[in-house]
């Protein structure tokens, strides 16, 4: 399977066209990669914008380029069937730094063409988390691939930041300084219905606590001091996308504030839940207590 590794510079605007806001592609930049991530060959399509007729200025300011640099370009369709005829007629393993390019290509083949899929590609990887998990790194927040080149003293002065033919250039010279065999056939994933599933999930957070995919079970605490069942002080309140209620232990006393919230996934549900002890209040036992304590550590 040929590998290729993909970037797109697209410009963002609200579209009555588009009926809302839609991300065009200007630009496709592709290079076939070999075994050992060298480059082989390198594709490279400027496409004349019909929905969004302006760039944007932070467009234009982070690529540097300007409306009439593509009043010469193509067409998306001609784009890509030339980038298809680029790839070969077997489907290709595909890398892009960040899955957000993939999103935008995909978004543009449903919206010009009418495909649902990505029909060049056969398997897919993620170039930016692969190279984060190589590394030991954590995925909480994306890192640039310029910032990666900086980090590892990549050569880039003789290519241009932020057009995509050149960033497909940096992400294979990165690729080539953690790239093992192994560990790289183990990131991708095959382009299957599955894939795309996960890939277009719109995830929601449960706001009615009716909601059957809400079980009984994520709304109950057990107290952290001496294991017994909580009891519920009130009702549960619904409070940026989350569920409060107060909690007391009757065998214990300590009293708690808890903190639920249910997102969909494309599993089914992820609940994150959170118990907080309340601070002791200062009633006379308190005091008394704390006196006695304090005198005993004398």
Excluded at 78 to 98: D, N, R, Y
Excluded at 108 to 127: C, H, K, L, S, V
Excluded at 136 to 148: D, E, N
Aim: aromatic share 10%; glycine share 8%; hydrophobic share 40%.
């Amino acid at each position: 399977m040929t590998t290729i590794i993909l970037d797109l510079e697209w410009n963002g605007s609200f579209s009555k066209k588009a009926h809302g806001y839609f991300n065009e592609i200007i630009e496709i930049g592709a290079v076939k990669v070999g075994p050992d991530m060298q480059v082989i060959d390198r594709f490279g399509a400027v496409i004349r914008p019909t929905v969004s007729r302006k760039l944007t200025e932070w467009v234009t300011g982070l690529t540097n380029i300007k409306d009439e640099d593509l009043q010469d370009g193509t067409t998306f369709a001609k784009a890509v069937a030339a980038l298809q005829a680029f790839i070969g007629p077997e489907p290709a393993a595909v890398l892009t730094w960040s899955n957000t390019d993939l999103m935008v290509l995909l978004e543009n083949y449903r919206f010009f063409t009418g495909e649902q899929t990505i029909p060049f590609m056969g398997a897919y990887a993620d170039a930016q988390l692969y190279f984060e998990q190589r590394q030991g790194l954590g995925t909480a927040q994306q890192i640039a691939l310029s910032k990666v080149c900086e980090m590892l003293q990549v050569k880039d002065d003789d290519v241009s930041a932020h057009r995509a033919p050149d960033d497909c250039v940096l992400t294979a010279r990165v690729l080539q300084r953690v790239y093992d065999e192994a560990s790289l056939a183990q990131a991708f994933r095959p382009a299957d219905a599955d894939f795309y599933g996960r890939l277009t999930f719109k995830s929601s957070t449960l706001v009615d606590l009716k909601d059957p995919r809400i079980r009984p079970a994520d709304l109950q605490f057990r107290c952290s001091a001496c294991g017994r069942g909580l009891k519920r002080c009130g009702e549960w309140k619904l409070h940026g996308y989350a569920f409060f209620a107060a909690f007391r232990c009757g065998a214990c006393g300590q009293e708690y504030n808890a903190r639920v919230q249910v997102r969909t996934t494309y599993d089914g549900v992820s609940v994150k839940r959170k118990l907080v002890p309340k601070p002791a209040k200062e009633t006379p036992e308190n005091i008394l207590k704390s006196e006695v304590e304090n005198n005993g550590k004398k």
